[in-house]
């Protein structure tokens, strides 16, 4: 066999076998809607990847939440689901990540951008739900989760500890906290003991 055909073939076997670890469509709207309550999944818009493994939406919502499916490059399991009221806020941090900005770069554009006024945040406050496992109790490819962890945060954007009376960490269990006070990602994070 010409070593052209024979590399060419290879290189199918493999872009196969990749995509083949890739969950379905169908298995990570599944899995990406179980960090959402019950009565707000069916309804909740899904971003996902597609079969080349390019960030899409996956499904159009009806409802007020935003679900996040697994990374498939990532290690272990996190899917995250958030009202769409925090979407300019996320798509704004993908936005900067893609172009390669850290940590510190990302805040500190979002913040500058939410006290001009050109990042719209939440006026409320506005709930994110984090479910995460490790990569052993995930398969994805039939959709199933096992030993799950579900943290709550809700952004509260400029509050503070004196104007919410939150902890500025943890002192308890469960404990709710403040995280990034008197900013535009002051949050109340509430962390669950783990089981």
Partial sequence: MNPFCLSFF????????????LPSKAMQIKTAVMAAPEDLRDGALVYGY?????????????????C???????????VACYHKQLEPFMERGRELKKEGKNFKEIFDTREAEAKAGT????????????????????DGMNGEVKNTYLRY???????????????????????????????HR????????KE
């Fill in 10 to 21: 290879a290189l199918m076997l493999f872009l196969q076998a990749e995509a083949q670890q």
């Fill in 50 to 66: 597609d079969t080349r493994g390019n960030w899409t939406v996956l499904r159009e919502g009806s409802n007020d939440m935003v």
């Fill in 68 to 78: 996040i499916a697994d990374d498939p490059n990532a290690e272990g399991f996190s």
């Fill in 119 to 138: 990042l719209q945040m939440p006026k409320d406050g506005a709930t994110l739900y984090s479910l995460s496992a490790a990569a052993e109790d995930y």
């Fill in 153 to 183: 945060v809700v952004y509260i954007p400029w509050a503070t500890q004196e104007s919410t009376g939150l902890a500025l960490k943890p002192e308890a269990p469960g404990m709710p906290w403040i995280m990034d006070p008197g900013t």
């Fill in 186 to 193: 002051a949050h109340i994070m509430i962390n669950p003991p």
